[in-house]
């Protein structure tokens, strides 16, 4: 009777700990945005870090010419996995426009790094 009852102790006790990690890869995950460097009249470089790198989910920078971007404005994912940080290229951009940009990661739902703000350069 005893190794019946400690083996149903051993599978709640393993059942439960599953469900505190199913529970803990749902979270939003931080995101910061990193600065905006290689500024040309049509492209920029931005990226994000996270304090933890998680294969649940995607991540990546959104960007606009109005504040607080989201996943439906302009965007680039990242492809390097594996890495805290991650760098994505912004292409298309208009000559000597101001722009907004942040990172985010997406799992069941989306987490915004802060917004930053630059500008292309003139033709």
Not at 9 to 28: A, F, G, Q
Not at 34 to 54: H, K, N, R
Not at 64 to 82: K, L, M, Q
Request: overall charge negative; some cysteine.
């Amino acid at each position: 009777m005893k190794t019946i009852l400690k083996t149903l102790l051993l599978i709640l006790s393993i059942s439960l700990v599953s469900c505190k990690k199913e529970e803990m890869d749902k979270r939003p995950r931080p995101i910061s945005t990193l600065e905006v460097t290689e500024i040309t009249s049509t492209s920029a470089i931005c990226g994000g870090e996270m304090d933890v790198y998680t294969i649940m989910g995607y991540r990546g920078i959104c960007w606009s010419t109005n504040p607080n971007p989201t996943e439906n404005d302009s965007r680039a994912y990242d492809t390097t996995y594996g890495e805290a940080s991650f760098s994505c290229i912004m292409t298309n951009l208009t000559p000597n426009t101001k722009y907004y940009v942040r990172a985010f990661h997406t799992t069941y739902i989306t987490n915004y790094g802060e917004q930053m703000e630059f500008t292309t350069l003139a033709e």
